[in-house]
Nanobody, 119 residues
Framework: QVQVVESGGGLVQAGGSLRLSCTTSGSSFSIDHTDWYRQPPGNQRKWVAGMPGSSVRSVAGRFTVSRDNAKNAVNLEIDSLKPEDTGIYYC?????????????????WGPGTQVTVSS
């Protein structure tokens, strides 16, 4: 079984930085893509940033996605935080599980981690 869990959320001041982690655990799996989404209060979940499984780092404006192979994690760093960055951050992982020689695709969401940015 493969599981995904996010960590690193909390209350931060505007202008600061934050690093969230998405850790995938289990056995006999590979990751094709990892994406981060944000769901603001009362709004729909929206894509924030992502990276293919073969990449190590991806930068887009204030958002940096990076891989930590030692922890089997994909991190999301957000710089110059704004109050509108507030929300629950979810990690979505797509990949393949090897079950007795058969590759089975998986598409998993973590439970989310709350980020609140105060002005």
């Amino acid at each position: 079984q493969v599981q995904v869990v996010e960590s690193g959320g909390g209350l931060v001041q505007a202008g600061g930085s934050l690093r969230l982690s998405c850790t995938t655990s289990g056995s006999s799996f590979s990751i094709d893509h990892t994406d981060w989404y944000r769901q603001p209060p009362g709004n729909q979940r929206k894509w924030v940033a992502g990276m293919p499984g073969s990449s190590v780092r991806s930068v887009a404006g204030r958002f940096t996605v990076s891989r930590d192979n030692a922890k089997n994690a994909v991190n999301l760093e957000i710089d110059s935080l704004k109050p509108e960055d507030t929300g629950i951050y979810y990690c979505n992982v797509r990949g393949l599980r090897n079950i007795r020689g058969t590759l089975i695709p998986f598409y998993l969401w973590g439970p989310g981690t709350q980020v609140t940015v105060s002005s």
